[in-house]
């Protein structure tokens, strides 16, 4: 089965980004492709997404370290979080495992972008902001 993996650095806390992707119901606030969230049960949420709607079931949770998801219905089967301590910052990996080669680019690109919308809300939060006052748009504006 094909497999990505995409990284970037946070200068963040370490339980702060993990409290980020535990808390799956605060996902539309941050989450750039994220629309609307229905919990199911615990541990599987419903996702509309602007790449599609489909199902998480969490499938393995490590605080602080990693956080894996298996995916029903989306383009991709499986997905997680990695989460590494480099110095001030902190290395976070996600990875993603697909049926179809066809969808890499697409899974590579939304990755980037989920990445991308998690840095930012992290440091925002990091640097004092409020959760009610972040604007995930304004990742479009300056991205």
């Known amino acids: 089965m094909p497999r990505v ?3 970037i650095e946070i200068k963040s806390l370490q339980s702060r980004i993990f409290k980020i992707l535990d808390d799956t119901s605060d996902s539309p606030i941050w ?5 609307q969230i229905e919990k199911i049960d615990e541990g599987q949420y419903a996702i509309q997404s602007t790449v599609g709607d489909f199902t998480t079931i969490r499938t393995e949770t490590v605080e602080n ?6 995916i029903e219905g989306g383009i991709f089967d499986d997905m997680g979080y990695i989460l590494q301590s480099k ?12 049926d179809d080669e066809k969808n890499e680019k697409v899974l590579v690109k939304a990755g980037e972008l989920l ?8 440091e925002f939060l990091e640097g004092g902001g409020n959760p009610g006052e972040y604007d995930k748009k304004q990742l479009t504006v300056s991205a």
């Open 65 to 70: 370290e990693r956080i894996s998801l298996k």
């Open 31 to 35: 989450n750039l492709a994220v629309q």
């Open 87 to 98: 110095g001030e910052m902190v290395e976070v990996t996600i990875w993603g495992e697909f």
């Open 5 to 7: 993996e995409r990284n």
């Open 115 to 122: 990445l991308e919308s998690l840095k930012r809300y992290a």
